[in-house]
Each structure stands twice: as structure tokens, then as C-alpha cells.
């Protein structure tokens, strides 16, 4: 119960800070999202950190990282010109010239974990805060808002529905807990809710929010194992510990890093068509 407790408050407290950085607007989501992204790209290379094969520079992948988010959330803020975002490519180049000098066993291996990170962490923060700054004035609310509401919708109502119902196993190899009861109990009742979030808040929208649950729970799915995948095969039970009864960052965006690039480019064909 006092854990029960303690993941509520946590979850409270970090849904205030999420929803309220993004109502308040796109400066001020850029700043958390900021810390958000630094965190978690921090905690994922420190899950290699006790690996005897994986010997990756935290500190080269963080610095390349937040550089690249700068460069995107500067491009995205008209502070840079679009010209400017050329510069990614050298810099992930920057990451490969750096096991010139390393001097590892396994630079190769060394590298794809430099570079996934980034693209793992880095770039869904990075759409968020451009989806946010393309809104047009006549959505009542975010569609990043109606997107994380889905999210976490499919989250909670797939417990509660593998809580009760759950008997038949997902994929036991990499998340022993989740069930194919609760994976349907959670996808029907995101579906549910986009239908009315479309018909009763963002008003007019049904299809649009209905399509977009079809795709987010699955997505929402997916992301959670994989970061399962991730912390089975390094025998790691968290990312980290920063949010006390969840764990990391990872740990709570695992579901949304998944979900919002598949949203994000929905979101702007649904726009362009």
C-alpha cells in the first residue's frame, strides 16, 4: 500500500509537470523537456555502464546529444535557420572519429549504442516541442496533451485490466507480468476515450483521435518492451531511481519515446491531406 501510495504521488506530481510545461507553452515545455531529455540520455548510457563487452563515452554521447536537441529546438524556435540543422550530420560523425582514440575492443558495438541513444532519446523530446509550436489556434487543447493522455490511458487501464483478468502471457520471455487480457483491456478503452476526447474536447475530431488511439496503444505497447528488452538483457530491473516508485526517466517516457514519432507524422499528414 505505502508503495502504491508513493507511485501515485510520483505519478501525480509528474503528470503536472508534463501537462504544465506543455499548457503553459513551447518555452517553457523546451526547458523541461530539456531536463528530461539530459536525464534520460544520461541514464540510458549508464545502463551499459557495468558491461563487459558495451564500453560507450557517456560524456561524448551526452554532449553530441544536447547539442543536436539545441540545434532542432533552435530550428524549430526560428532562433536558427534551417541551414543550421546541417550541422547534425558531422556531429554524428564527431561520435565515430572518437573510437579513433578509444581505443576499445569493440568500436563498432560502440558506436551503435552511441547513436541509438540519441536517436532513441533525443529526437521524440525533440518532435514534441515542434509538434506543440505547430499548433494552430483554433485546438482547445495540445494534441502532445491528447497524445500523452492516450499514452497513459493505455498504461493504466492495461494493468488494471491484467490485474483482474489477466491470464494468458504476452511475451513472458522479456515481461513475465503482461497479459494478452490486459494488452486488449488497454487498447479498447484508449480507443474508447480518443473517441470521445475528439467528440466532447478537441470537438469535431472523432476520427482523428479514434485513428490515433487505434496506433498510440499498440505503439505504447511496443515502447514498454522494448525498454523491457533493454534492462532484461542487461540484467537491470530500472533505468534509474530519479522517480520514486517508477524508477527513471526511461522507465516513464519507455511508452511514449515508442509512440510519438508515429504520432508526430500522423499528426502532420492528417494537417497536410
Avoid at 99 to 107: D, I, N, Q
Wanted: hydrophobic fraction near 55%.
Amino acid at each position: 500500500m505505502n508503495n502504491l501510495l508513493l507511485r501515485a504521488i510520483t505519478g501525480a506530481i509528474f503528470a503536472i509537470v508534463v501537462l504544465g510545461s506543455i499548457l503553459w507553452g513551447p518555452y517553457a515545455q523546451a526547458i523541461v523537456f530539456s531536463g528530461f531529455m539530459i536525464l534520460g540520455l544520461l541514464e540510458f548510457y549508464n545502463l551499459f555502464r557495468e558491461h563487459t563487452i558495451v564500453q560507450v563515452s557517456r560524456e561524448i554521447g551526452v554532449f553530441i546529444g544536447l547539442f543536436i536537441f539545441i540545434l532542432l529546438v533552435g530550428y524549430s524556435l526560428a532562433w536558427l535557420p534551417i541551414i543550421s540543422v546541417l550541422i547534425i550530420f558531422p556531429l554524428f560523425f564527431t561520435l565515430i572519429l572518437a573510437e579513433l582514440w578509444r581505443k576499445k575492443e569493440h568500436p563498432l558495438i560502440n558506436i551503435s549504442v552511441l547513436v541509438f541513444g540519441i536517436i532513441y532519446v533525443v529526437l521524440p523530446f525533440w518532435l514534441t516541442i515542434d509538434l506543440n509550436l505547430r499548433e494552430t489556434e483554433n485546438n482547445f487543447m495540445p494534441l502532445v496533451i491528447g497524445m500523452y493522455l492516450l499514452i497513459w490511458t493505455n498504461d493504466t487501464f492495461a494493468y488494471i485490466s491484467g490485474k483482474y483478468f489477466g491470464k494468458t502471457k504476452l511475451f513472458e520471455r522479456i515481461s513475465p507480468k503482461k497479459t494478452w487480457e490486459g494488452t486488449i483491456g488497454g487498447i479498447l478503452v484508449t480507443l474508447i476515450v480518443g473517441y470521445v476526447f475528439g467528440a466532447f474536447v478537441n470537438q469535431g475530431n472523432e476520427l482523428f483521435w479514434t485513428v490515433s488511439a487505434a496506433f498510440i496503444a499498440p505503439c505504447a505497447i511496443f515502447g514498454d518492451l522494448l525498454e523491457s528488452l533493454f534492462k532484461r538483457s542487461l540484467k537491470i530491473k530500472d533505468s534509474g531511481s530519479i522517480l520514486p516508485g517508477h524508477g527513471g526517466i526511461l522507465d516513464r517516457f519507455d511508452a511514449a519515446l515508442f509512440a510519438i514519432p508515429f504520432f508526430y507524422c500522423w499528426a502532420m499528414m492528417y494537417e497536410y491531406f
